[in-house]
């Protein structure tokens, strides 16, 4: 049974004491969100993680596939909101892929004027993304939460690129599908699975992968949810909400019941938080390959090799962090 709310909200409040103590203790990662932010939602409740996770030291958001302007005025938006305007922004190449850009928040930021955003605003993302690494003192996270083409672009273009990152990714399905069942072509592989495969290849530091057997089944529902709908004195939560209102109705699936009452799958959230973290999750080291299709085939003999979060230790305990972090800012 869920706790009351306002255990929940107490509970945010002590999690944000935690939280803070623990940044203040260590050195924060230097990270990179690579996303196409503007089609499905999670990736606007994955950037929103990202900010209230105090572990992290979000540099620069990388806009990616298809209409990557349209993608950055989604993450301006969302970052102003927040309070974090030193966040730059990087725009990556309009490359064609597979589907064109649905741009499900089109009216959520159709009066968005780019050049007004206060931060740094890149128009050439991967000159941005190699500057900032090559700067770095020390490696920086990559966080890919979206088709890769301009990722791809970006490590053959400076091949010391990925040799100084760590990429942390949403990827692949391996035992389990959509929805729970097979496993079938992941939409950030089957939209450039060529992309994808130069990426693998680009020689990280170490790769960890959530692929659907993990992040396809994570969501808030409940009084998680209700707490985050409710939280309309938060700038970035109410930011969030409303542009979920956007996104919602123009789902044919989704149900009026169904956006009241939960989040929809969190895919990316998980990513975001195998970047500081692996404890609530078991990870297994895979060979596998990348066929057209976008399929991820287990194989001995397999072109690429990660890590993978294949299975989850304590899913509701990430539940529970997820909420406890949005809520704490």
């Known amino acids: 049974m869920l706790k009351p709310l306002r255990h ?23 990270a990179v969100i690579v996303t196409d932010a503007g089609t499905d939602i999670d990736d606007s409740w994955a950037i929103a993680l990202a900010i209230r996770s105090p572990e992290l030291d979000l540099k620069l958001v990388l806009t990616d596939a298809g209409d990557t302007t349209y993608r950055a005025k989604v993450v301006a938006r969302l970052l102003e909101a927040a309070g974090r305007s030193n966040v730059a922004i990087g725009v990556g190449e309009d490359v064609a892929s597979k589907g064109e850009t649905l741009e499900t928040l089109a009216p959520w930021v159709a009066g968005y004027d780019l050049g007004k955003y206060p931060g740094k605003v890149r128009r050439d993302g991967i000159a941005a993304l190699a500057e900032l690494v090559a700067a770095s003192d020390g490696p920086v996270t990559v966080i890919a939460i979206g088709p890769v083409p301009s990722l791809a672009l970006a490590v053959k273009r400076f091949p010391a690129l990925a040799p100084k990152c760590r990429f942390v990714g949403m990827y692949g399905s391996f035992d389990v599908g959509y929805g729970g069942g097979a496993p079938s072509p992941e939409t950030n592989v089957r939209v450039d699975p060529a992309g994808f495969r130069t990426v693998l290849g680009a020689g990280w530091r170490d790769i960890l992968l ?28 109410r930011e969030l909400i409303e542009s979920y209102c956007i996104f919602a109705p123009r789902q044919t699936w989704m149900t009026c019941d169904y956006f009241a009452t939960r989040s929809t799958t969190l895919f990316d959230c998980v990513a975001v938080y195998l ?13 596998f390959d990348v066929d057209d299709a976008g399929f991820t085939r287990k194989s ?7 890590r993978v979060a294949m299975r989850w230790r304590n899913r509701d ?8 972090r949005l809520l704490a800012p």
Not at 300 to 306: D, L, V
């Open 275 to 287: 970047a500081y973290s692996e404890d609530l999750v078991e990870v297994e080291t895979l060979t």
């Open 8 to 30: 929940l909200l107490c509970s945010a409040a002590l999690v944000a004491v935690v939280l803070s103590a623990a940044s203040a203790a260590g050195a924060r990662t230097p």
């Open 210 to 237: 959530t692929p659907l057997d993990t992040c396809g089944s994570v969501g808030l529902a409940g009084e998680r949810y209700h707490a985050i709908w409710s939280a309309t004195g938060d700038p970035l939560l």
């Open 317 to 324: 305990g990430f539940e529970a962090e997820l909420a406890g």
């Open 300 to 306: 001995a003999h397999g072109a690429f090799k990660a």
